[in-house]
């Protein structure tokens, strides 16, 4: 069988020692995050050039009054509306199909561009209105919108 221990030794460092331990640590440190470092020591330099360290500063040393403004601001009766609304905007955005929407605003500008490019003395006459209707950009047009007005009155 083995011996029992009977004295254990503890390792004593002195405080250079500790303190090049820490300096050595603190160097492999800074040379693996070497990149990290200087681009935070540039987005400092940007803030302080900028005044807004300054107004950050400032900000967290009285962050409790504005807080206390921000919140009896947002307690004005004119915001409860806002709030109210916030939520169900939130749902509405949910349902909308983005992909249809982007398609229509791409279409609605086109005809924006051509009806800005109309001279806008130009008249028409009803023979003019029905020669419009074989014009298939025209027609599709048309049929669109009519397809648009009956999905609205969908119920």
Do not use: C, W
């Amino acid at each position: 069988m083995a011996e029992r221990i009977q004295k254990i030794t503890r390792l004593h460092y002195t405080e250079e020692e500790l303190e090049e331990k820490d300096h050595q640590e603190l160097r492999k440190s800074l040379s693996e995050n070497k990149d990290a470092i200087l681009k935070g020591i540039e987005f400092l330099k940007t803030l302080e050039s900028q005044g807004m360290l300054d107004m950050i500063d400032a900000s967290l040393k009285q962050k409790e009054e504005i807080l206390t403004n921000v919140v009896t601001e947002a307690n004005k009766e004119q915001y409860t509306g806002i709030f109210e609304n916030a939520g169900a905007l939130l749902f509405l955005i949910g349902k909308l199909d983005v992909g249809e929407i982007e398609s229509f605003t791409s279409k609605l500008n086109n005809g924006l561009k051509n009806a800005n490019e109309t001279d806008p003395d130009e008249t028409t006459s009803l023979m003019g209105l029905i020669r419009a209707l074989k014009d298939p950009e025209i027609n599709r047009g048309i049929v669109t919108m009519m397809n648009f007005l009956k999905g609205l009155g969908q119920e």
